[in-house]
């Protein structure tokens, strides 16, 4: 049932309307108020739950009349809420996770943190050497019943209602669990960190999970978050997962996420990072054949001279619908950002790039270049693209482009005057073009295996 306005009487010149809420708004409420006593926390965090659904009671699910949503309409893209994910009893073994992450990101060393259907359930043994000292980390559920970690609480409160955050909001009502981590000051980190949320229910669920990270003055730390199903469960699931990022002075922090899953998945990501002084973030996001996905991200730099590289690949087909949307906000001196995103689109499929970058009257000499680029193969794909700056600074150097593009013909018929088959030479274009996103993976280990899932998605698309 789609929302619908009706005029509901008129005061001088104000007009009083009433919305009618969609059948998965109605749910959404209704089972919050069913499941809320399982969810853990004590009254602290109840209350935010409270304010949190209340906020979103009260505007409901994004849709096209809201800017930044414009190309992205919640309210016609969930036709139903899908039961929350309370608890979860089941264990995870090395061959769960393979079978989850595949074997080429399986594979990676790191320390493994995982999720199972919303909850955490293990730290399984490093892969490689020890990731070293120096970091900690609790499930986010414990954190919430320690009401003296300041840090913790002041990310974790942040932002919960409000028609720009109904993805926040959702995700503080429903959260079940997630991962708090901390690197100390001046800590080096060996071996990634590996984030897996995994779902296997045999059933549609909805997940809510969050993840906070702070990197300490001097730290350096890789982060590697991955949301991904078991084929043979159930591959319907819905899915809010938040992840707040904070880096300390000449901090450094390399952040990657996979998210895939297939035509029945709707994932509904959220980024905060703030960086300090002289601070590095290299992030990077590979969504892979996922139904509807909206990766929306917000950096903030807090301290002078920091550096910001975010990239992205976004690989659709049938009738996938690809959100990234992107906020960069300068508000101090010297800082750089970079950020490219790419998308390849098959058959029907759907990608959106809006990516907005504000420089406040204060952040001079800001260095910011922005581009974003789609692969078009077939007529029916469609590529969506907002790049916006914002100036209010006058020693700055920023720019930003957008293209799209099919395939070349003539380079093309250049590869088969060579002797090379029509689909390998498809497969070496699309791949070329997918690759100078993926170089943007410093870690060669990580490069790969990112690339290696790229190829196997890639295959489908390439023999034509």
């Known amino acids: 049932m789609m929302a619908s306005f009706s005029e509901a009487g008129r005061v001088g010149n104000e007009m009083s309307v009433a919305v009618t809420r969609t059948e998965a708004e109605e749910q959404l409420v209704r089972q919050f108020a ?41 309210r016609t893209g969930i036709k139903a809420a899908y039961p929350p994910a309370v608890c979860s009893q089941a264990k995870v073994d090395e061959a769960l996770i393979r079978a989850a992450l595949g074997t080429a990101l399986a594979g990676v060393p790191c320390i493994a943190l995982v999720m199972l259907n919303g909850r955490y ?65 001046g800590a080096r980190l060996e071996l990634p960190i590996h984030v897996i949320s995994i779902t296997d229910a045999k059933s549609p669920v909805a997940l809510a999970t969050r993840t906070i990270i702070r990197i300490e003055p001097g730290a350096h730390a890789t982060v590697i978050e991955s949301h991904v199903g078991i084929s043979h469960a159930s591959t319907a699931r819905q899915a809010t997962a938040v992840t707040e990022i904070s880096l300390g002075e000449a901090a450094e922090a390399r952040h990657i996420q996979y998210l895939s899953g297939g035509a029945d998945v709707v994932h509904l990501g959220r980024w905060h990072v703030s960086l300090g002084k002289d ?38 087909r049938g009738k996938d619908h690809i959100d990234t949307t992107l906020v960069v906000n300068h508000t101090t001196t010297g800082c750089e950002g970079r950020e490219l995103f790419k998308a390849v689109l098959d058959d029907r499929a759907r ?95 990580l490069r790969e295996a990112a690339r290696a899932i790229a190829v196997a998605w890639l295959g489908g698309a390439t023999a034509r």
């Open 279 to 316: 601070a590095v973030y290299r992030g990077f996001q590979l969504t892979a054949g996922v139904g509807l996905a909206r990766n929306e991200t917000h950096i903030q730099f807090t301290g002078p001279d920091a550096k910001l590289d975010l990239s992205g690949l976004m690989l659709g």
């Open 121 to 185: 359930v293990a730290k399984m043994p490093p892969r490689g050497q020890e990731a070293g000292t120096g970091w900690e980390f609790r499930s986010l559920a414990a954190a919430m019943g320690e009401p003296d970690r300041s840090w913790f609480w002041q990310n974790f409160e942040r932002d919960v209602g409000g028609s720009e955050s109904a993805v926040q909001a959702l995700n503080t009502a429903f959260l079940t669990d997630g991962i708090v981590l901390k690197v100390r000051e």
């Open 351 to 445: 990608a959106v790039f809006q990516g907005k970058v504000i420089v406040a009257p204060e952040a001079q000499k800001t260095d910011g270049k922005q581009m974003a680029q789609a692969l078009m193969l077939s007529e029916d794909a469609e590529f969506d693209s907002k790049p916006e700056l914002e100036i209010y600074a006058d020693d700055v150097a920023c720019g930003h482009g957008s293209t799209a593009a099919e395939l070349d013909e003539d380079m093309l018929f250049y590869l088969r005057s060579r002797g090379i088959p029509l689909a390998d030479a498809r497969a070496m274009l699309i791949e070329s073009f997918a690759t100078e996103a993926l170089e943007k993976i410093e870690d060669e280990t």
């Open 34 to 74: 069913k499941v809320a006593p399982e969810l853990p926390g004590g009254a602290r965090v109840a209350e935010l739950r409270s304010k949190a659904i209340a906020g979103f009671a009260l505007t409901g699910l994004p849709h096209r009349r809201i800017e930044d949503w414009k190309y992205t309409d919640l």
